[in-house]
Structures are given as C-alpha cells and as structure tokens.
C-alpha cells in the first residue's frame, strides 16, 4: 500500500478496499442502506432525528414517502428555515407537541442565529407532550448547529 501511494495516489482507496474484501469480508466496505423506519423506532419525543446534508442528497423525499407509509403524511408540518421563520418553526413545534404531529425544519444551517433558540426548545421538551411528536431536523454540517 506504500508503494501504491507512492506511485499511484488515485489508487490507494481501492487498494485498500481490496486488502479489506479480501482479508474481512465483502460486508465491511459496503456501506449499510439508510433505514428510516429503523430511526424513527429509535427515536423518541425529546430527541429530534438530524438529516445531515450534503450534495445531492434528498432527505426530505424520503421523509415525504416513510409519512405517508406511517399515515403521518396528514400530520406533519415542513418549514424552510432561513431570515424570519424562527418564529413560525417555534409556533409549528408548540402546535405539534399539544396534537401530535410532525415537525420538519429544513435547513437549520441557515439560520445560525435561530440556532440558541431552538435549543433551548428542544432542552424544554418533556415527557408531557403527545407521545405522537417528533421533530425532523435538516442541516449541512455547520458550526452554528447545537452540539447538544
């Protein structure tokens, strides 16, 4: 694999694909299909599911379809965030604790300074709303999106 990287850079990555199929298995360099029913069985009223973006992925697609195959699809709100609409999203998430319904804030990357506030939002969330909420975050990895 030295010698590799040092005469062939470009084929370095399948190298060591190659040494990995052959010595581990097939299974270890390809990756696992994105399971969102699997997710959302995880998941839980106080924790928001994150779709990190990056180039040409279409979460919200995915999103679309797992609602209406959950009969959620009439119980979702969709809001994308940039100047403004910290507002709406913080009357949508209010609205969908009490009835239960879905909540998709696409692009939390463009609103950073909405950022604290949705936090604190999320950290206020307790175990006294519907048990049918779930908050669906969308963001391209930013560093104004909360660790927490």
């Given at each position: 694999?030295?010698?590799?990287?040092?005469?062939?850079?470009?084929?370095?990555?399948?190298?060591?694909?190659?040494?990995?199929?052959?010595?581990?298995?097939?299974?270890?360099?390809?990756?696992?299909?994105?399971?969102?029913?699997?997710?959302?069985?995880?998941?839980?009223?106080?924790?928001?599911?994150?779709f990190l973006l990056s180039p040409g992925?279409?979460?919200?697609?995915?999103?679309?379809?797992?609602?209406?195959?959950?009969?959620?699809?009439?119980?979702?709100?969709?809001?994308?965030?940039?100047?403004?609409?910290?507002?709406?999203?913080?009357?949508m998430i209010k609205e969908a604790t009490l009835r239960g319904g879905w909540v998709?804030?696409?692009?939390?990357?463009?609103?950073?300074?909405?950022?604290?506030?949705?936090?604190?939002?999320?950290?206020?969330?307790?175990?006294?709303?519907?048990?049918?909420?779930?908050?669906?975050?969308?963001?391209?990895?930013?560093?104004?999106?909360?660790?927490?």
């Amino acid at each position: 694999m030295i010698v590799l990287k040092a005469i062939r850079l470009d084929k370095v990555l399948p190298g060591i694909e190659n040494w990995i199929s052959g010595k581990m298995g097939k299974e270890f360099i390809i990756p696992p299909t994105f399971d969102l029913a699997k997710c959302y069985k995880d998941s839980t009223i106080l924790t928001p599911l994150i779709f990190l973006l990056s180039p040409g992925s279409d979460p919200v697609a995915d999103f679309l379809k797992f609602a209406k195959e959950t009969e959620s699809g009439k119980k979702y709100d969709s809001i994308s965030l940039g100047q403004e609409q910290g507002v709406k999203a913080s009357k949508m998430i209010k609205e969908a604790t009490l009835r239960g319904g879905w909540v998709l804030l696409q692009n939390c990357h463009l609103a950073a300074s909405w950022m604290p506030d949705l936090e604190r939002i999320v950290e206020d969330l307790d175990e006294n709303i519907h048990r049918d909420f779930r908050l669906w975050l969308t963001s391209m990895p930013t560093q104004s999106f909360p660790i927490s």
